[in-house]
């Protein structure tokens, strides 16, 4: 089944660390880009930052420069982000996609349901 599962929402602290994770199935996964997206309550999706298909080459949103991280494991089909220094504006549902090709910024043909993270103290 051609699918993505996220995983690792959690309700974290501000300024605290979250890892999630992203596990992909159904398809040859070291063939494609993959990034992370998001969707704050009452606003529209936003997507965070990506990481080509090998190698590490990395893109990120402005927001996130310095504190999230995305890597991926090609031999588990996982990409993961991490993400540190974490605000209350981080709050949001986190999406997995998968990008069209190899690279990232292409546009995505398939999404994950979501892990939501939310950050409060």
């Known amino acids: 089944q051609v699918q993505l599962v996220e995983s690792g929402g959690d309700l974290a602290q501000p300024g605290g660390p979250l890892r999630l994770s992203c596990a992909a199935s159904?398809?040859?996964?070291?063939?494609?880009?993959m990034s992370w997206a998001r969707q704050a309550p009452g606003k529209g999706l936003e997507w965070v930052l990506g990481i080509y298909s090998v190698g590490s080459d990395t893109y990120y949103a402005d927001s996130v420069k310095g504190r999230f991280t995305i890597s991926r494991d090609n031999a588990k089909n996982a990409v993961y982000l991490q993400m540190n220094s974490l605000k209350t504006g981080n709050t949001a549902l986190y999406y997995c996609?998968?990008?069209?090709?190899?690279?990232?910024?292409?546009?995505?043909?398939?999404w994950g349901e979501g892990t939501q993270v939310t950050v409060s103290s």
């Open positions: 996609a998968k990008d069209r090709r190899i690279t990232v910024g292409e546009g995505f043909d398939l």
């Open positions: 159904g398809f040859t996964f070291s063939l494609y880009g």
